[in-house]
């Protein structure tokens, strides 16, 4: 079994191929990634772990690091590339993994793609790429974040992306997140329930998805909290139901296998009230599971693939009622429409979807009822 090791340790240990340099210090995580990983760079880089705890003990830790990497370099003359400082800012600084999160895996991919980049070129690099606005933005801004960071380690000397501008683009409309209206709502939810479109001879019904479908569209979670809803986020006593995490997809694929659980998409928690109709739907999964058991499962009690059930049975539920093709995000979409339709605040749909109010008001104001008339002048 492994042990936690004692406050002020250093570990050295293979990652990818590369040493990595681990450690806690004042209830913080640290990490320094050196060269690949063999018998030549094990002895400078066990060097470098012992400066670090003496500098602990002497209360002479520096936290820049600074100290540490100008000895990383004198160890080993051979020169960072771009995508190990990239790493080693997302590891380090943005206690991220860019093996598990999406974006700064496509901004690694992209800076390997780009293979020699430098202060004076990584701008010309990117404006090179014919990305939407959107995907643009999103990687200038972390870049503009990553460069930041290198001038501030005295790695390069000036931030060639500071005075860039994002790009103005006019976002594309989403047809397929398009709400449902009531009648849509109320007829897909009985064609799952009396397996109204499923094949005559599958071993699956679509009633057993009913509870699922019926969660999403009564509370407009995303898919992958509903996906990860565990037995304990369900407080019987409280009448209340926390969404706080998410089993979500990963680099690898969306099956049960390879979801990674983290929290919510904004990191928020938030609290929705268990009414007396989900209260029906959801007592007879909860009988007999353990607190971390997955609330909805596959018929295979793994957890749902939405990938796969969005073509499989979504898909030809909304066909079989001739209703307009949509993804399952549609669903939250449909909630926080009927929300804002409603009456109830832009600020507490915000509230119940774990969005910030001026999401909540460009999103959701579809109007799924239009008015007859217009106020009288």
Not at 78 to 99: A, L, P, R
Not at 163 to 188: G, H, L, M, V
Request: charged fraction near 25%.
């Amino acid at each position: 079994m492994g042990h936690k090791n004692q406050k002020g340790t250093v570990s050295v240990i293979n990652y990818n191929g590369r040493i990595r340099l681990r450690w806690r210090f004042q209830s913080k995580r640290y990490s320094l990634n050196l060269a690949s990983y063999n018998k030549i760079n094990l002895l400078p880089a066990r060097k470098i772990a012992l400066l670090i705890e003496q500098d602990i003990s002497l209360d002479k830790f520096d936290f820049t690091l600074n100290r540490y990497k100008s000895n990383t370099s004198k160890s080993n003359p051979t020169e960072k590339s771009i995508v190990e400082y990239f790493e080693e800012w997302t590891t380090t600084y943005k206690q991220m993994d860019c093996e598990k999160h999406t974006n700064y895996n496509s901004v690694r991919n992209m800076l390997r793609k780009w293979d020699k980049v430098a202060q004076t070129n990584i701008h010309l690099k990117l404006n090179a790429e014919t990305f939407c606005g959107a995907t643009y933005n999103r990687r200038l801004t972390m870049l503009k974040d990553f460069v930041k960071w290198l001038v501030k380690a005295q790695i390069w000397t000036f931030n060639p992306l500071e005075d860039i501008n994002p790009k103005k683009y006019k976002k594309a409309k989403q047809p397929k997140r398009k709400p449902f209206t009531e009648d849509e709502i109320s007829s897909i939810l009985k064609a799952f329930r009396n397996d109204t479109y499923t094949p005559k001879f599958s071993a699956y019904k679509h009633s057993h998805y009913y509870p699922f479908i019926y969660f999403i569209f009564k509370t407009g979670v995303r898919n992958a909290e509903a996906i990860g809803l565990r037995v304990s986020s369900i407080d019987l006593n409280s009448k209340q139901i926390h969404i706080k995490e998410v089993l979500a997809r990963s680099l690898k694929g969306t099956s049960a296998a390879l979801r990674i659980r983290k929290e919510t998409k904004n990191g928020k928690e938030r609290i929705l009230p268990l009414t007396p109709d989900l209260l029906y739907i959801l007592n007879p999964l909860l009988d007999g599971k353990q607190k971390d058991d997955l609330v909805f499962q596959s018929p295979n009690g793994l957890a749902i693939d939405d990938n796969n059930f969005q073509p499989r049975v979504f898909k030809k539920v909304l066909k079989g009622l001739n209703i307009e093709e949509r993804v399952l995000y549609a669903c939250r979409h449909t909630f926080g429409s009927r929300c804002i339709d409603s009456g109830i605040t832009p600020v507490m749909t915000a509230f119940l979807m774990g969005n910030n109010p001026e999401t909540a008001l460009r999103n959701y104001t579809h109007q799924i009822n239009i008015p007859s008339s217009l106020p009288e002048i």
